[in-house]
């Protein structure tokens, strides 16, 4: 143990001599967490809209009306006709067309029935079917008015109604940031705590001090124990300063015990420190272990569930999910922070986690190449 505390007392050292990288590894996932939440927003809107109302009526103007009124929607252009309105979607200038026949009034008074054409700039699949789910939505609440309002109650039999009463659980107000806050945050610690280990052994062999540990009595796990702690702590520092950002800016305040977050932040740590060393192991330069890191770290986040649902992905992403440490995080925190769940219900994540741990960070040791 005599050891490992000379490691320790030589890493700490070596990462507060440099304290404008400290205060850059402090500072960045601080501002990240400020400025992700407010982009990263599952509302659709300011959805550009071209019109071509062919019939120039009160109800076509009224409709078009309920269209705006909703927020979901800017008119981009009032057009003459849909190759007119085709155009400002070839030029990127609206999303979706909306066009009106002519005669839509008369014959939806005379015959009851009437035809709208919606074309949609589907290159974003996500904002096309939104917006095109919003306004046929819209058109159907203007229909049901408009049946409400020709057909007086004495003229037909009265339909049947099924009334919905709904309650929104863990999140009332259907807050995306309280949904997002806990995703980002388990970004930043695996990216912080990722890149520093992964960047920690390759830097001594670039500087030339791994040849003296080397020959140094140092064993294998020490070698190891002394690069993992310190950045343990700081990744631990850096959860800290993520929780008081969600809780000043965005007024998340985890519903679970902080005892059993920092349980499973903890042995998360260890988990994605071990993965980093066992890359800085693998790696000769500084350049390899980023690149390396970097692959895998964007398979972790776009498969980790912070934007799509795992439950969402065909078969073989919901396998290689298994085996992704940030998408057990992702869950833990929303589960703790929004849910409130316990030690009982995140079990299964803390097992597989340990697991994780153990084997990374035995990879690691037995990877370290050590001449004496």
């Given at each position: 143990m005599r050891i490992v505390k000379f490691l320790l007392v030589k890493e700490f050292k070596q990462i507060f001599r440099n304290r404008a990288i400290l205060a850059v590894i402090l500072a960045m996932p601080v501002v990240q967490l400020i400025i992700l939440p407010l982009a990263a927003n599952y509302e659709i809107k300011n959805i550009n809209l071209a019109v071509v109302d062919n019939d120039r009526s009160d109800y076509s103007r009224d409709l078009i009306n309920k269209v705006i009124a909703s927020g979901y929607f800017k008119l981009r252009s009032y057009n003459d006709s849909y190759q007119e309105a085709f155009t400002q979607v070839e030029d990127d200038r609206a999303d979706l067309i909306l066009e009106i026949p002519r005669g839509f009034e008369q014959d939806l008074m005379r015959e009851n029935h009437q035809q709208l054409f919606i074309g949609v700039n589907a290159i974003n699949g996500t904002k096309a079917g939104l917006g095109a789910g919003y306004i046929a939505d819209i058109i159907r609440n203007y229909n049901s008015n408009l049946r409400m309002h020709h057909n007086p109650q004495g003229n037909f039999n009265p339909i049947p109604?099924?009334?919905?009463?709904?309650?929104?659980?863990?999140?009332?107000?259907?807050?995306?940031?309280?949904?997002?806050?806990?995703?980002?945050?388990?970004?930043?610690?695996?990216?912080?705590?990722?890149?520093?280990?992964?960047?920690?052994?390759?830097?001594?062999?670039?500087?030339?001090?791994?040849?003296?540990?080397?020959?140094?009595?140092?064993?294998?796990?020490?070698?190891?124990?002394?690069?993992?702690?310190?950045?343990?702590?700081?990744?631990?520092?850096?959860?800290?300063?993520?929780?008081?950002?969600?809780?000043?800016?965005?007024?998340?305040?985890?519903?679970?015990?902080?005892?059993?977050?920092?349980?499973?932040?903890?042995?998360?740590?260890?988990?994605?420190?071990?993965?980093?060393?066992?890359?800085?192991?693998?790696?000769?330069?500084?350049?390899?272990?980023?690149?390396?890191?970097?692959?895998?770290?964007?398979?972790?986040?776009?498969?980790?569930?912070?934007?799509?649902?795992?439950?969402?992905?065909?078969?073989?992403?919901?396998?290689?999910?298994?085996?992704?440490?940030?998408?057990?995080?992702?869950?833990?925190?929303?589960?703790?922070?929004?849910?409130?769940?316990?030690?009982?219900?995140?079990?299964?994540?803390?097992?597989i986690i340990i697991g994780f741990a153990i084997v990374l960070n035995f990879a690691a040791i037995l990877n370290y190449r050590k001449t004496s």
């Open positions: 109604v099924i009334e919905i009463a709904s309650s929104n659980w863990y999140n009332q107000h259907l807050n995306y940031q309280l949904f997002m806050v806990p995703g980002i945050l388990a970004i930043l610690v695996t990216i912080v705590g990722g890149f520093l280990s992964a960047l920690n052994i390759v830097k001594e062999k670039e500087v030339g001090t791994i040849e003296q540990i080397n020959v140094s009595p140092v064993k294998k796990h020490h070698f190891i124990l002394g690069k993992l702690i310190p950045f343990w702590i700081l990744g631990n520092v850096v959860f800290t300063l993520g929780l008081i950002v969600g809780w000043l800016f965005y007024g998340m305040i985890p519903q679970g015990n902080l005892f059993v977050l920092y349980t499973f932040v903890s042995v998360y740590l260890l988990a994605i420190l071990g993965f980093g060393l066992l890359i800085s192991t693998i790696c000769d330069t500084q350049q390899q272990a980023m690149l390396i890191m970097f692959f895998f770290v964007m398979i972790f986040v776009l498969m980790g569930g912070l934007f799509t649902p795992i439950d969402s992905m065909p078969d073989w992403a919901k396998t290689i999910s298994r085996f992704n440490p940030i998408s057990y995080f992702i869950d833990v925190m929303r589960m703790v922070v929004i849910k409130g769940s316990g030690f009982r219900d995140i079990l299964k994540h803390i097992v």
